[in-house]
């Protein structure tokens, strides 16, 4: 709907339709891989690859897995990096948004 116009709550024009607002979401697109990596001094990272889309998306996503793993990471060349081994908890909170995930690698 256009920010600049107020809701239309009732209209007296039989030929009045609302503008239809479609929001298009990644979800139905993203084929996402789970792995787990181990780096540096022998911690393990959960890295999430195979997103399509915008950087911001790919940071909201990102942000939203490491809070809800309670976890800190990153999100560098197109992955999101969780720190320690969340692997089964990134997959299930993938999977309850609508993503297709998939384990993959160790």
């Known amino acids: 709907m256009n920010k600049n116009r107020p809701n239309i709550v009732y209209s007296t024009d039989p030929h009045y339709a609302p503008e239809q607002e479609v929001e298009l979401t990644t979800s139905r697109v993203q084929d996402f891989r789970v792995h787990l ?53 990134v997959l299930n909170i993938l999977i309850k948004k609508g993503y297709a995930a998939k384990a993959s690698g160790g």
């Open 37 to 89: 990596d181990r780096r540096g001094a022998g911690k393990i990272v959960t890295i999430v690859r195979g997103f399509t889309g915008n950087k911001k998306d790919l940071n909201e996503l990102g942000r939203e897995l490491r809070k809800k793993c309670g976890v800190g990471g990153s999100v560098k060349e197109n992955e999101i990096l969780v720190q320690g081994n969340v692997r089964d908890k």
